[in-house]
């Protein structure tokens, strides 16, 4: 099995990249909405979060903007949030991997992949590499964007050039879309011999 991991800023576009990778029938594992799953429906996440932020968390199913209070006050409780969360992910990321062991290939969109050493030797990394002055534009069209959040999430992540020196593909994107999808076929052209 050949895993393509796909990394990068917030907002680059590894979200729509990996769909239009997977688009052409491939297996695709979606972290952030792994995680929205998980706030939805674990029950036992939701009472760990609410034993530790009673405060903050009051009523099930896990609410995205309680999360976002919490952060804000204090921007450690990030780092305690993820150590709840985190294993419940990963959880659900080899269950995907045992279930599309025989597929030819799979599709990994985890923002966090090179920080949480998600990856082996011989996954390929392709590192989504933003036009900076696209980046802030296309954050700003974002619903619910909040940028006290997303310079805290920033914090926890490898900063972009470090991300880039461990990638095996730099994919440009300048939020073209006719561009990206020729551009992602081009990857899994010379990925997939």
Do not use: W
């Not at 393509?4 to 990249?17: A, F």
Request: hydrophobic share 40%; with cysteine.
């Amino acid at each position: 099995m050949i895993k393509i991991c796909l990394i990068g800023e917030i907002g680059s576009g590894k979200t729509y990249i990996a769909r239009l990778l997977a688009g052409y029938k491939y297996p695709l594992f979606n972290a952030d909405q792994e995680v929205t799953n998980i706030y939805s429906n674990s029950k036992l996440v939701f009472l760990k979060l609410k034993k530790l932020f009673p405060k903050f968390i009051s009523n099930f199913p896990t609410d995205k903007g309680e999360l976002s209070k919490l952060i804000l006050s204090n921007k450690k409780n990030l780092k305690k949030i993820i150590k709840i969360i985190h294993p419940e992910v990963r959880k659900k990321m080899n269950s995907f991997l045992k279930k599309n062991k025989n597929k030819k290939v799979v599709i990994l969109d985890i923002p966090l992949l090179l920080e949480n050493k998600l990856h082996e030797p011989k996954d390929i990394i392709v590192y989504i590499n933003p036009k900076k002055k696209l980046l802030q534009r296309h954050l700003n069209k974002r619903s619910g964007y909040n940028k006290k959040i997303i310079n805290i999430l920033k914090e926890i992540q490898l900063k972009p050039e470090d991300k880039k020196m461990q990638a095996d593909i730099i994919f440009d994107n300048d939020y073209n879309p006719k561009k990206t999808r020729l551009r992602a076929k081009q990857i899994l052209d010379s990925i997939i011999i």
